[in-house]
């Protein structure tokens, strides 16, 4: 089974930059659905974007089109999440999901069977 780990998150200031890593191995990501999600504290997990399983066909939320773009690297074996144009309300663990069930929904956190163990981002203000 396919084991993600994340890394790149920390803090930064409002209007600031970063790029989260996912690195997988015991699967190749191209073969899987990815997912980001991330969990604010006292909320639920929320989807932030996708990348479909064959194709390369993108998926994200509202709230962070146009500033976050979700990348794969098929030779590093890696999911990326570029996160620019940071506000505050971005603060939250995010996390790397991977689904290997055809057919499952990509925006909700029971169609991904794998996860990864998170990292914190927080933007201050």
């Known amino acids: 089974q396919v084991q993600l780990v994340e890394s790149g998150g920390g803090l930064v200031q409002a209007g600031g930059s970063l790029r989260l890593s996912c690195a997988a191995s015991?699967?190749?990501?191209?073969?899987?659905?990815m997912g980001w999600f991330r969990q604010a504290p006292l909320k639920e997990r929320e989807f932030v974007a996708a990348?479909?399983?064959?194709?390369?066909?993108?998926d994200y939320t509202d709230s962070v089109k146009g500033r976050f773009t979700i990348s794969r690297d098929n030779a590093e074996n890696t999911v990326y999440l570029q996160m620019n144009s940071l506000k505050p309300e971005d603060t939250a663990v995010y996390y790397c999901?991977?689904?290997?069930?055809?057919?499952?929904?990509?925006?909700?956190?029971?169609?991904?069977?794998?996860w990864g163990q998170g990292t914190q981002v927080t933007v201050s203000s």
């Open positions: 015991g699967g190749t990501v191209s073969n899987y659905r």
């Open positions: 990348f479909s399983r064959f194709d390369t066909k993108t």
């Open positions: 999901a991977a689904s290997s069930r055809p057919g499952m929904p990509s925006r909700v956190p029971s169609g991904y069977n794998y």
